[in-house]
């Protein structure tokens, strides 16, 4: 399963890896049907984040403190895991056996601990906690061993909880939640084709989505045992990427039906705005935001995938919908924080 994107483009080869005929979760119940516009733009700035001497540059992660992780594509072709500080790059390369790996890819931080995945000869996935300099693997009992498959290491919180995703060798895709050294597996109700959990909050609330039938991607959120949907108002597909790690914001990208180019999104407990570089010709594709609303993200453009950063300036109009249920967040009530909390590193 090879990486040339951020998480939405994991998901993607994960939702073409679980085809099957298992029934669809019905995640989406009792949630109001609200026909609305789809959400006005966020207003703010972008910027480029390009890695010196890489093709394609794929943010994928930002702290509070601004720290970026992601990963960047090399003339060769191999991928590799990079941080970002104040725009001093340092590259991530796991070895085995002495060999650099031909693809390394950081997908999610906190407090100094960087999470993600390589790939071994075989083209193998394997996930990874990076720490000190140390890189130590995570594979998911039950993952294949054969290209394609294999354990994506997507998010951890200030607990060293980590959460991610495993291809088996029948190509189907499970969540996991790696606790105290323990796997726990995830799956949406009732049976969905393909989960994939890949953000965590500082107070265990996660991020994800699962396959529908039909192959469509859905996304949520999940606490204490409850999946709850997120849909976009007025889009057909709403893919979730990440949550942040106090604030609640999630982030994703989704897509209206008659139009292949997908647009990113912000929600806020239930505000959406639509997020679009005005650099790109093609897609834009949200990765993850942190708690003061800068998101980053890569965009199609006429150079080719590029990286970027969002920084939110005057609020904008929002568009609000109601989650649904007694148990929807509030905005004092989903993802509290406490005073004097410090961010996340």
Known sequence: MGKTGGRAALVAVAALSVLGTAQVASATQGTRAIALRNPPAAKGSYVNVTVPRGTKTMPEDITDSGLIVGCFILRNGHLRGFTDRNGTFRTLTHRSGGRASAMTCAIGANAGVVVGYYANRSGAQHGFVYRHGVFKTIDAPGA??????????????????????????????????????????????????????????????????????????????????????????????????????????????YRVAGRKRPFGFTDHHGVFRTLRDPSATGATDPQCGNDTGHVVGSYKGSSGTNGFEFTPGAASPATSVARGGASAPTPHGFLPVRSGLRPAD
């Open 144 to 253: 294949g061993r054969s290209a394609g498959e294999g354990t994506i290491a997507m998010d951890i919180n200030k607990k060293g909880v980590i959460v991610g995703y495993f291809i088996t060798g029948r190509r189907a895709a499970h969540g996991f939640i790696l606790r105290g050294g323990k796997f726990r597996i995830v799956d949406a109700p009732r049976g969905a084709k393909g989960t994939v959990l890949n953000g965590i909050a500082d107070n265990g609330t996660i991020s994800g989505l699962y396959i529908s039938r039909s192959g469509l991607p859905h996304g949520f959120w999940l606490r204490h045992g409850v999946f709850h949907p997120v849909s976009v108002p007025g889009a057909r597909e709403t893919l979730v990427a990440c949550i942040s790690k106090r604030s609640g914001l999630l982030v994703g990208s």
